[in-house]
Each structure stands twice: as C-alpha cells, then as structure tokens.
C-alpha cells in the first residue's frame, strides 16, 4: 500500500491516480491531508468504477500511482483546477472518449444516484445489471419477503441455506421466550410513572365506585364536579391509599382533613373504594 505524505502547510491540492498500465489517470479528485491515499482502500464504496480498478491492480501485484497537479491552493482554487483537469481528459460513460471514473464534472460534491441520473447517463444497460443482481440475491426467497431479503451482503435463508437448519430450542429456552411474550411485551420489565398510573386508572372505564362520607360516587369526576376542593386525581390518590395513617403534612396539605384526623387512616374516616 502507497503511503503519501503532505506538507503540513498545504491546505488543499489537486491529484490524480495514475494506472501504471497505460501511465493515465483514472481518477482527479481535490482534499487535503491524507484525502489522496484514502482512495487506494479497496473497501470503499464510494465508487464502485474505482474501486474495481484498484481491485484489479492489485490482484496484478500492482498499486496506482499519487501525482499531484497542484498544492499550496484555496478550496475554490482547487475547485476551480480540479475541474478543469476533469474536463481534459473526460469521464466513462458521460464525456466522449473519457477516461476518469469520476461521477461529477468537478467543482462540487458526487452527485446523489437518482432516477433522473441513472436514465441521463447510466442507461438501460446498467439498469439490467442492477435487476439481474436482485433478481439473483432474491431468488428462491418468498414474495412476502423480497421487500426484506436484501440488506448489503446478507439476506434472509432458507432450508438448508440456514444457519439453524436441523436444530431445535431447548425447553427452558423455549417456556423464557413464552414468558416474556406474555402481555404487553413493550413495556417488559419497565415502571410506569405514579403520574401515569393515576391517569389510567382515572381513565378506566371499570374503575370502581367510591365511598365519602358525604355519600357513595359513581367515579371521582362525579365527586371533583359536586366539590370544588379537591381533583379527581387528588382523590384518587386518598382512596388508593386508604390504609395509611394521616399524618401532620398530609392533614394539612389535604383539603379533606384536619388535624384532628391525625393519626386516623382515610377508611376509619369513610373514604375508600367501594
């Protein structure tokens, strides 16, 4: 692998990547830095034309070759050179006689691969590829699935293309994963908040009838709307936790108590669930 080494001082400049079979560029592009050698990674697939030649260099015991046109530049300097270097020597596919595997004229960012840009310059050759390569990872896979059998290099199996072909789940593995799909799955080991609880509770159409001492309510709204002293989720509270003992705090922040129910439980007081 080429490694390349740029001034500190250069800001931008201009390269290319030579093939040392033909001594021509392939690629012009514009960076700084280490922009340059990233190029020499078979792995990206930024551009796949590229990326082919490198491939097919190296499996020659060959490398491409880093030249640079022009450093020391601003970023519309380079620019500006990148794309006249491009315009000279012309890309596959998009200018007469090209050579570079450039996707854009230079001057900006790759264009994105969109449908009007795959009828404006790849064609219908590149279109039949594209399918031939679909319809070949898709074969043999369900039409309910073919939205979901290709994702990257991986897709989902069949039969004995599976990689759990001919096993089985053990039964403790099998009673874990019952027990956890019982009930609402989503919520699965999760607290809802007491604020949360109240307002199912206060929303559920079952809830139960209440007892007061000024007498027995459908529902705590029906009690909230008749006194004004006190919410429907206040009340739901004293009634949830009838069986607690009223303390100072509570007699004094609770409109329904004094202090002289201190030490009294909200039930001995006649307010509960009926």
């Not at 021509?24 to 930024?46: A, D, I, M, Q």
């Not at 499996?59 to 620019?79: F, G, H, M, Q, R």
């Not at 799955?185 to 109240?198: A, H, I, P, Q, V």
């Not at 206040?234 to 108590?257: E, P, Q, V, W, Y």
Request: with cysteine; aromatic share 10%.
């Amino acid at each position: 692998m080429i490694k390349t080494k740029v001034i500190e001082n250069d800001k931008f400049y201009v390269y290319g990547l030579i093939n040392p079979i033909t001594c021509l560029p392939f690629y012009v592009g514009k960076g700084c830095g280490r922009r340059s050698s990233t190029h020499l990674n078979t792995n990206s697939k930024e551009n796949s034309f590229k990326t082919a030649i490198v491939k097919n260099l190296y499996s020659k015991d060959l490398e491409p070759t880093i030249v640079y046109y022009a450093k020391n530049l601003t970023n519309n300097e380079a620019l500006n050179f990148e794309k006249i270097i491009i315009s000279s020597y012309g890309r596959i596919r998009l200018d007469e006689n090209g050579i570079l595997t450039n996707r854009c004229e230079g001057g900006t960012q790759p264009p994105r691969i969109t449908r009007e840009y795959i009828n404006t310059y790849l064609g219908d050759e590149w279109k039949l590829k594209q399918s031939e390569k679909k319809s070949k990872r898709q074969k043999g896979v369900p039409k309910k699935y073919n939205c979901l059998a290709n994702f990257g290099e991986t897709h989902i199996r069949f039969g004995k293309d599976n990689g759990f072909y001919g096993k089985h789940h053990t039964g403790e593995f099998k009673e874990r994963q019952s027990k956890n799909k019982k009930g609402n799955t989503d919520r699965l080991g999760k607290k809802c908040s007491n604020k949360t609880k109240r307002l199912v509770s206060l929303n559920n159409p079952n809830r139960k009838t209440i007892v007061t001492p000024h007498g027995i309510y459908s529902s705590a709204e029906n009690f909230a709307n008749t006194h004004l002293n006190i919410s429907p989720e206040g009340l739901h509270n004293i009634l949830k936790n009838s069986d607690i003992i009223i303390t100072r705090m509570r007699a004094d922040r609770c409109n329904l108590f004094s202090r002289l129910d201190i030490g009294k439980t909200p039930r001995k007081l006649g307010w509960y669930y009926l």
